[in-house]
Nanobody, 115 residues
Framework: VQLQASGGGLVQAGGSLRLSCAAS????????MAWHRQAPGNERELVAS???????NYGRSMKGRFTISRDNAKNTVYLQMNSLKPEDTGVYYC??????????WGQGTQVTVSS
């Protein structure tokens, strides 16, 4: 499974960004996909996840501002980020799991929110 993330960039506080993650290869093994992020000096943390059935889960600070969705026909997961804050700055990584094994990761995409 290969994951290609895109959509990062620089945005002012209060703005929005949409990240995309396209999966290719043996996509039939994927049971869930997620976005994680890592800020300098911090551990990687869950942003949001979504199962093939559409069940979602969000990190506590993202609820109400971020929305994860997926297009199964395109094997693509999206992360709509609204009301961005400077503390949302970090490298965002797309991951995919097979029955709980998060073994597939894409390259990170940088998100920078200026105050």
């Amino acid at each position: 499974v290969q994951l290609q993330a895109s959509g990062g960039g620089l945005v002012q506080a209060g703005g929005s960004l949409r990240l995309s993650c396209a999966a290719s290869g043996s996509v039939e093994v994927i049971t869930a996909m997620a976005w994680h992020r890592q800020a300098p000096g911090n551990e990687r943390e869950l942003v949001a996840s979504i199962t093939t059935g559409g069940a979602t889960n969000y990190g506590r600070s993202m609820k109400g501002r971020f929305t994860i969705s997926r297009d199964n026909a395109k094997n693509t997961v999206y992360l709509q980020m609204n009301s961005l804050k400077p503390e949302d700055t970090g490298v965002y990584y797309c991951g995919a799991s097979n029955e709980g094994w998060w073994g597939y990761w894409g390259q990170g995409t940088q998100v920078t929110v200026s105050s």
